[in-house]
């Protein structure tokens, strides 16, 4: 009867750290999936793994932890940010990464401060970070890039620094479009009522309005710019001021759909037809713009694109390689529909 051969002693997590000159938790992290590691020492530890015929207890073996990215918005309540949301959502499928959608400011509501929040994000596994029209602070940029999290901004407010990844539409080129659109029917006395006044879109999109005025020769009228805040209440009250000048417009250029909405809800009100004694044009191209009566003209953005965009381009950062650019700018379409006719 043939000798019985020796069990062959398992090999353990610290004989494979030492073979690859790695420390135990990074050998650890490869086993898991973790993407927090070098290529080159992800290669190192692999190979220790398969030289020393590595098989882990499968009674202690950890779940692998999913891949994740932060995405943060002002808030949901927006035809704009379920658009956003949906883009996202596509590419984070596709890359097999889940999206945590939290509301923006994080870090003043629930951590001490802005250092404290970025290290309960790098800890909790996050690819990076996506924020959605929300307005950053330079002492939050520095948080997250000293905690190593790739940070990309949809639609900023504001940038407060040259090197922060965004991305966005052709603003200008969208605001001149619907204003050269409206002057082209005719229309003399056409009003701007924006965002925030500043806002980096809004003011794009009145810089591009400003721009058609003059290509059409037309005097700009600072009385027919109004700033609000994108949301339908003040947008019908805006309008409402307008239409009570003693010259009032003949046509508006809504900065967002929303805000269409309000402005047309206003007129309504005013005893005014849309389009006959009222065109309005919109901003963005969403749902709302099909629902409204009549239907909307509007300048299109490409939203869920906006947010497919976003989270490739922060998966490249988080992935440690170059962008040719910190700034990416999708196009923007004028779409005619029923709210705008020639001036009477």
Excluded at 116 to 135: F, N
Excluded at 184 to 199: Q, S, V
Excluded at 228 to 239: H, I, N, P
Aim: one cysteine or more.
């Amino acid at each position: 009867m043939p000798a019985e051969q020796p069990r062959r002693k398992r090999t353990t997590l610290a004989a494979v750290a030492s073979a690859a000159g790695v420390s135990l938790p990074t050998v650890s992290k490869v086993i898991n999936g973790r993407t927090d590691v070098a290529a080159e020492t992800r290669a190192r530890v692999e190979q220790a793994l398969r030289d020393h015929q590595y098989v882990p207890q499968r009674s202690r073996r950890p779940r692998p932890t999913g891949r994740t990215l932060e995405l943060l918005f002002d808030g949901l309540d927006s035809p704009y940010s379920s658009e956003i949301l949906r883009g996202v959502v596509d590419a984070s499928t596709e890359a097999g990464i889940d999206p945590v959608v939290h509301l923006f400011p994080a870090a003043g509501h629930t951590y001490a401060d802005d250092n404290e929040w970025a290290r309960r994000l790098a800890s909790s596994g996050r690819e990076g970070l996506i924020v959605v029209t929300s307005e950053l602070t330079s002492a939050q940029v520095t948080a997250l890039n000293g905690a190593g999290l790739p940070l990309v901004v949809i639609d900023p407010v504001n940038l407060p620094r040259a090197d922060v990844v965004s991305v966005g539409a052709t603003n200008w080129l969208g605001g001149l479009a619907a204003a050269e659109h409206l002057a082209g029917l005719g229309h003399r006395r056409i009003a701007y009522l924006g965002g925030p006044a500043g806002a980096s879109c809004s003011q794009a999109r009145l810089h591009g309005y400003r721009a058609a005025l003059d290509n059409a020769g037309l005097a700009a009228d600072p009385r027919l710019v109004r700033n609000g805040d994108f949301s339908y209440d003040v947008a019908r009250a805006l309008t409402a001021e307008l239409l009570a000048e003693a010259k009032p417009p003949t046509a508006i250029f809504a900065g967002n759909d929303v805000s269409a909405l309000g402005v047309i809800e206003a007129a309504r009100a005013a005893g005014l037809r849309v389009p006959g004694d009222l065109s309005v044009v919109g901003f963005d191209d969403t749902l709302l713009a099909l629902w409204s009566t009549p239907p909307l003209t509007t300048v299109r953005q490409p939203l869920r694109d906006m947010g497919r965009v976003a989270v490739r381009t922060l998966l490249r950062l988080a992935a440690g390689e170059s962008l040719e650019s910190h700034h990416v700018e999708l196009a923007t379409q004028l779409v005619v529909r029923s709210s705008t006719s020639a001036a009477g």
